[in-house]
């Protein structure tokens, strides 16, 4: 089974070029649904959540839940409360990730995708056989972002500084989609991938590599 890793800086087109995996019947596991699931009600996260960062935690209809607001507050500005988080949420989303892993591969699949939106920053690259970059200019990424509820240029750049630069992500992927031409175009492209998909650099391997060490993490 193949393993592509797709990521991309924010704004930059990612969830639409997951879309199309989808589309193309390509399972994608994607880490941000994850996140959101893990913090949910129910969650295995909340839990530790609440007692990391106290007044995090809101009750809902379903049940306790993480307030992404509150939680986002209480680690904005902190590294020492960021690592914190990291250290309770990155294991959770890993173990998710592994049952994707597995679950695909008793079912005979022969692509997957890796939704990670920080897969180089947490060297996630060394998990997977390839990386797929979602790359847009500037000035759309920009405008796309700006266009979100409740976001600020400001924290555009914050997350900005948290991200590893598009260059550079685009220098070492092995493959690059551009988003800032058309969505056709990029739908193409992953056409392409998907059809001309090479067999896995290891086709014994029964798991992913053990994971190093993960670093920043987006609440």
């Known amino acids: 089974m193949r393993i592509l890793g797709l990521t991309g800086?924010?704004?930059m087109g990612k969830s639409t070029a997951a879309r199309a995996f989808r589309r193309l019947g390509v399972p994608v596991f994607d880490a941000d649904a994850a996140v959101h699931a893990l913090q949910g009600p129910g969650g295995r996260a909340v839990g530790p959540l609440a007692r990391a960062f106290p007044g995090t935690v809101r009750d809902t209809p379903r049940g306790a839940a993480v307030h992404r607001e509150a939680l986002r507050r209480a680690v904005i500005g902190d590294e020492a409360a960021m690592r914190r988080l990291e250290r309770i949420m990155h294991p959770?989303?890993?173990a998710a990730e592994r049952r994707f892993l597995a679950a695909a591969r008793r079912r005979g699949e022969r692509l997957v995708v890796l939704d990670v939106p920080l897969l180089?920053?947490?060297g996630g690259e060394r998990r997977v056989?390839?990386?797929v970059v979602v790359t847009a200019p500037a000035a759309v990424q920009r405008a796309r972002v700006?266009?979100?509820p409740g976001m600020t240029p400001d924290r555009f750049a914050a997350i900005l500084a948290r991200q590893v630069p598009d260059a550079e992500k685009r220098r070492r992927a092995q493959h690059v989609i551009h988003t800032g031409l058309s969505r056709h175009a990029a739908q193409r492209a992953v056409r392409a991938l998907?059809?001309?998909a090479p067999p896995p650099r290891?086709?014994?391997r029964r798991g992913p590599a053990r994971p190093s060490s993960p670093r920043p993490?987006?609440?």
């Open 9 to 11: 800086s924010i704004g």
């Open 92 to 94: 959770l989303v890993r």
């Open 120 to 122: 180089f920053e947490t």
């Open 129 to 131: 056989d390839a990386v």
């Open 146 to 148: 700006l266009r979100r």
């Open 194 to 196: 998907v059809g001309h």
């Open 202 to 204: 290891h086709p014994s």
């Open 217 to 219: 993490t987006s609440p």
